[in-house]
């Protein structure tokens, strides 16, 4: 396939729920492949007034980088980094329980949508008799919507409950704690 025709493909697939396809990121995927060897040029051609394309196929290096790397990815957990979980790391800056409560409230909404979503196109690939390995990064997408949703669910529960937000008094008492093991550390290290 051509860069372009890539790109489309994967968007009718859905795999762009799943990969980044910005700009010109195919492309620039596809220039790295063809120097490290891993794709071919296999034809240039030219319809009437469009820009020249170049179709490329895969190497036997390519596949067995692909089949090394699809190992990897399946056999072994990594952080992802998620921006949640950023959110939730630095979530007392926000210093208003309530101003958090109706935060997450709001993704609440937006999960529960993204869920109705997934689940119309997974229903929607069994009417159309798509073999379920075709949509099965779908429900595991769909898994994690559902896990989040319990949890902030939970979450804003234990919010409400007044335990688990600290008031400034304990706000204070931590920095200070911190800061004089900091002062203490420092000290430590300077003899």
Known sequence: MHPYEMKTLMRERGHDFVVRL??????????RLLRDGLIESVETSKEGKRPERTVYAITGAGRDELTAWMADLLSKPVNEYPQFTSALAFIVLLADVEKVISLLKLRIAALEAEIAGGDSMLRSMTEQEIPRIFGIELEYTQAMRRAELEWVRQFIDELKGGDLWPDIAAMMALVEAQAARAKEEASRTEH
Do not use: C
């Open 22 to 31: 910005k700009g010109g990121s195919v492309y620039d995927t596809v220039e």
